[in-house]
């Protein structure tokens, strides 16, 4: 059986959660105790994992892990010099990293999505970056507007098998997308509708939250917005709506599973101020048909009302058959399902409000 790690960043540190043999899970004691751990990366070809670590005085670093987060290390750097750092001609300062992405097809090739909204690439694995100056200069930037969680990159999607194709969600600039190693880039927006935008919808300034694909099928997307669930069949040069049946269209997470292209997975919120899952229950839908159609699971979900929120990198799937999929509250409580998402079991319970959780396998 592989061996599999469940990293959970919360806003006071990190966990690393393990099953056993019986079903239940152990979680190691807490890391980077009172540091925000809001993004990790895990590397599919080698298992190595990328943590970035938000320490309060020093700023944003990134840890490293090779065992499957039982042991980490901040990589040596000169001194006063951070892994990600904006160039000073841009007049701009690093406030978190919200994504971190292994390149699929470049073996030392990282991205790092941040705030304020920029894209950063790694060539050497993680140790240095340096900012995607095309996406910076580009000509909508001045009037991409702050979401609620900031001015955020904050889904990073390397093209499975080009690495010249890069497409990126911003909050709230909507989905961006270069086929030429990240010199120009293309807004992908047309289709998404919502409230706050004008009739018909302008190029860009969409409340995209999340972006998710399959590998075997890059030019399927699907899309959580702030209203509405999306798909896509052209690399996001339209996009139709696919939530009819949910109970709710707003939402944070979206996950495509690990083997099936057609299916995907969301949790849906009440909207707007609210926040809270919808009926107050975590349901987590998944469709099997491309978002044709839903179906509700919550066996071994808490009953009682709930009223904690799921952010969009708290939820994840592994790579195993059936898949594992597996999500964290904002009041501190980890769910996993190791059977495509039919029944749930409890992993951990009051952490800190969960940031980001990802599965890693070896």
């Not at 994504?99 to 240095?128: H, I, K, M, N, W």
């Amino acid at each position: 059986m592989a061996d599999l790690a469940l990293v959970i960043g919360t806003r006071k540190g990190m966990v690393v959660a393990r099953p056993r043999a019986d079903g239940g899970w152990d979680a190691d004691p807490l890391r980077f105790a009172t540091m925000p751990v809001t993004a990790v990366a895990a590397d599919p070809r080698t298992g190595r994992l990328l943590a970035a670590v938000h320490n309060p005085f020093w700023g944003v670093s990134l840890a490293v892990s090779d065992d499957l987060g039982r042991t980490w290390t901040e990589p040596a750097r000169d001194a006063g010099t951070a892994p990600v750092a904006f160039p000073e001609d841009t007049g701009a300062a690093l406030r978190d990293i919200w994504q971190l992405r292994y390149s699929p097809t470049e073996p030392d090739v990282v991205y790092a999505g941040v705030e304020p909204a920029a894209l950063f690439r790694s060539e050497d694995g993680g140790l240095t970056f340096s900012l995607v100056e095309g996406l910076w200069n580009h000509p909508h930037r001045p009037s991409w507007q702050p979401g609620a969680g900031g001015m955020c990159l904050h889904t990073v999607l390397p093209d499975p098998a080009d690495p010249a194709t890069v497409t990126v969600a911003i909050s709230a600039g909507g989905v961006y997308r270069t086929t030429d190693g990240g010199t120009t880039w293309t807004a992908r927006n047309h289709g998404i509708t919502a409230a706050f935008l004008p009739d018909p919808p302008p190029e860009f300034g969409q409340c995209v939250h999340k972006v998710d694909l399959h590998p075997s099928r890059p030019e399927r997307m699907f899309l959580q917005h702030h209203g509405g669930v999306y798909r896509s069949d052209d690399a996001g040069a339209a996009w139709t709506r696919v939530d009819a049946g949910l109970p709710a269209d707003f939402g944070f997470p979206l996950v495509v599973h690990p083997h099936r292209p057609d299916t995907l997975y969301v949790l849906p919120l009440n909207a707007d101020i609210d926040r809270s899952p919808a009926g107050h229950r975590y349901l987590v839908h998944r469709s099997d048909d491309a978002g044709a159609t839903w179906r509700a699971f919550d066996k071994g979900l808490p009953e009682s009302p709930c009223y904690a929120s799921v952010l969009r990198d708290a939820m994840c799937a592994d790579t195993l058959d059936p898949a594992g999929i597996y999500f964290g509250t904002r009041d501190g409580w980890v769910y996993a399902s190791r059977d495509d998402g039919e029944s749930w079991t409890e992993v951990a319970r009051h952490l800190p409000d969960v940031l980001c959780v990802r599965a890693v396998t070896r």
